[in-house]
């Protein structure tokens, strides 16, 4: 006899099918060079690049050198001072934005510089910072300054593009959840007794919590891992992560090194992302617990006899 | 009484063209239960967010026993808001939703459990204290509103259509709860609502208000039984309104009995009303619905006054406790006239009025009444 499925199961089925070609997708150029690093990460280091198939913990016993330890802590704070730079300028301007009539229009503003390639952008940034650049051209014409001051080439600079460049990645996903937000709860925190302040702080910042840890991970990763703006308006002292992978494939050529410092940027953002999915999942199972609940006590209060428990 | 007095004198509010509110001017009196009442931007809520302090007057004050409140920001008002939508924090549980207030005064530990859990027992929430909003029924939501809006021992408390989010019987439940807890508390109501049976049924005194506008100022009796403009006496209750002419007006008992020109009833009807009026003024002649009596034959009366007309049963609308019937009368105008019938008792009753019946309706000259402001 032929099998017949139900609607549910051919659903399921048919759910399956169309995610093929993007499992095939994800497992051909994301799952397999990745694997091929975990790989290479482990293995000895060839002469001239490659590798020779040889395993060892050589690379990771490299990792351990001082001047390597130097560049993590400086990429941790550039990273730290960076993030927390974008989100402190995104709340206000996604508050700005779901309280705007043009919200298309601005959405469409933050949208703008994806056109650009964004080496173009940072070397913009460039003559706007360097010494015969727009900023010291205005200052010098406006005589606070006498002779150009060197704005560029270094850390600050890094912070200053890095903020720039990952911005709307934090405005985005803080847009949308204050979008959502219910603008009466501040008339209401006010109404009771709070100042402004006190009523965004303690009212408003729980409730777009979810917002807040999505901008984080959205530009905290991105950054960790950036190398082109540490090499193009950092100075000697601006190396980060990014730069000492590129360097240890493209000029010394220690992959197994150049590895096993991707498997570290790897490894950090796994834990950002995991820990954005157990907090999300950890909202979702709370008020899934709540519907539940209240559905229970629906259904005892109107369908079940009176005084019977 | 521990409420305020509060004076709101001749403001005025604008929104571009559209005038929110024209110079009104209201006193409440000290732990009075007042209501706004009035149709949906009639510029009740305008001013209740005025006197919360989410609004400003282009023009106007606002005094809390005499003293300017306007330059004050919401969190330094005496007045506490229970918002239409509860308004209540998603993030926190109904108990540090009620400790909200007193959590930004630094109130002391055990004087803070002792106050919230008085108040979420005022409102009888006592076994859902650690449930979070989304756990709870509309009802229980607005309870909470109300605690937390309490607990800061407010002189005024302002509710802007706090029921109108639930369903008839729980509506019917919490008002009288409301009036139970304003006994309690003994401070200044302001309730805004559409509804004019809430608005009838526990407040001390109403404000029926029109385009930005306040018609009339009164007790619920005063604003049903003797409504000032022709927008009153419609939007309070039912009523059948026809406009008339006053021809002649006598004293009769202490009142004045008044002849006037009815031309959609057909002639002359006789009314009582307590102040004179000039022959010849034109004005709206009303009778309520409940006050008209219908009857399979001529009632039989010695009534001198009795306006008595003959028609065609054109609607009968039952709905269970009285039925209404549009009766088409029968003269040149073929007005129709609204008539309530209670469905008392079986004895009561003469036979069955269905559909196309021909039935008498008659009222008394007490009955009815003269609307003097008919334009607006």
């Known amino acids: 006899m032929k099998k017949v499925l139900k609607p549910r199961e051919r659903e399921q089925l048919l759910g399956t099918v169309y995610a093929f070609p993007m499992g095939i997708w994800f497992t051909l150029f994301f799952t397999i060079p990745l694997g091929i690093i975990v790989l290479y990460s482990f293995l000895k280091r060839g002469l001239y690049g490659g590798v020779e198939w040889q395993f060892t913990f050589d690379a990771y016993a490299q990792m351990f050198n001082p001047s390597f330890a130097k560049v993590v802590v400086r990429t941790l704070w550039i990273s730290i001072v960076s993030t927390l730079g974008c989100i402190l300028i995104a709340i206000p301007c996604g508050y700005a934005m779901a309280k705007s009539k043009y919200q298309t229009f601005l959405l469409f503003l933050i949208i703008i510089p994806f056109w650009t390639n964004s080496l173009i952008r940072i070397y913009a940034w460039i003559s706007i910072l360097s010494t015969e650049g727009f900023v010291n051209t205005i200052l010098i014409k406006l005589g606070i300054l006498t002779e150009g001051v060197q704005l560029i080439y270094n850390n600050g600079a890094v912070v200053l593009v ?32 709070a100042t402004k302040l006190e009523s965004i702080v303690k009212v408003m910042f729980p409730n777009i919590k979810s917002g807040l840890s999505t901008a984080f991970i959205f530009t905290f990763i ?22 000492i992978i590129v360097d240890q494939v493209s000029k010394t050529r220690n992959w ?51 005084g019977g428990k | 009484m521990k409420g305020v007095e509060v004076t709101v004198e001749q403001v005025s509010r604008a929104y571009g063209s559209f005038k929110a509110l024209d110079d009104v ?15 949906s931007g009639c510029g009740k809520t305008t001013l209740l967010r005025i006197i919360a302090g989410f609004d400003y007057p282009d023009t106007g004050t606002v005094e809390f026993d005499g003293k300017n409140i306007l330059p004050l920001p919401p969190d330094k008002r005496q007045s ?14 109904v108990y540090e939703n009620v400790a909200f207030p007193l959590r930004l005064r630094r109130v002391e530990k055990n004087e803070l459990d002792r106050k919230v859990r008085e108040y979420v027992h005022l409102v009888q929430l006592d076994e ?3 449930k979070k909003p989304s756990m709870l029924s509309g009802g229980q939501k607005q309870r909470v509103a109300i605690a937390r809006a309490l607990i800061n021992e407010p002189s005024v408390l302002l509710l802007d259509e706090p029921l109108s989010a639930l369903d008839a019987k729980l509506r019917q439940n919490l008002l009288i709860e409301l009036d139970v807890i304003h006994d309690k508390v003994g401070i200044t109501f302001i309730y805004v609502t559409h509804d004019q049976s809430e608005a009838l049924s526990v407040s001390d005194r109403i404000a029926v208000m029109n385009k930005g506008k306040i018609l009339q100022i009164g007790t619920p009796y005063e604003i049903y039984e003797a ?21 002649s007006c006598e004293p009769h008992e202490g009142e004045y009995m008044l002849k006037v020109d009815v031309p959609s009833l057909g002639g002359v009807v006789s009314v009582t009303d307590y102040d004179p009026l000039e022959i010849g003024s034109e004005v709206d002649f009303t009778v309520r619905p409940e006050k008209v009596r219908i009857t399979s034959t001529p ?4 009534h001198k006054e009795l306006n008595l007309y003959k028609g065609v049963v054109d609607e009968p609308v039952y709905s269970g406790f009285q039925s209404k019937f549009y009766i088409r009368l029968d003269n040149e105008e073929k007005s129709i006239v609204k008539v309530f019938k209670q469905h008392t008792t079986f004895l009561d009753e003469g036979p069955e009025i269905d559909w196309r019946d021909t039935v008498y309706v008659s009222w008394t000259a007490t009955d009815g009444y003269l609307v003097k402001e008919t334009n607006r």
């Open chain 2, 25 to 39: 001017s209201v006193q409440i009196k000290k732990g009075e239960f007042f209501s706004l009442l009035g149709p």
């Open chain 2, 299 to 302: 009632p039989r009366t010695m």
């Open chain 1, 222 to 243: 991105p950054i960790f891992g950036a190398y082109t703006v540490p090499l193009l308006v950092g100075g000697k002292d601006s190396t980060m992560i990014g730069n």
């Open chain 1, 162 to 193: 890095l903020i720039y460049m990952y911005l709307p990645f934090a405005i985005l996903p803080l847009f949308t959840t204050i979008d959502k937000f219910d603008f009466a709860l501040l008339d209401a925190a006010r109404d009771l007794g």
């Open chain 2, 227 to 247: 409504p000032a403009t022709r927008f009153v006496a419609q939007f309070i209750g039912e009523s059948n309104i026809f406009p008339c002419t006053v021809l």
């Open chain 2, 128 to 130: 859902h204290i650690d």
């Open chain 1, 256 to 306: 197994p090194l150049a590895s096993a410092f991707s498997m570290v940027l790897t490894f950090i953002s796994l834990v950002g992302v995991f820990w954005m999915l157990y907090t999300g999942k950890r909202e979702q199972q709370q008020s899934k617990k709540t519907t539940q609940q209240s559905l229970e006590q629906n259904v005892r209060k109107h369908h079940l006899p009176r």
């Open chain 2, 80 to 93: 506490n808001t229970v918002f239409q939508t509860y308004a209540l924090f998603p993030h926190l549980t």
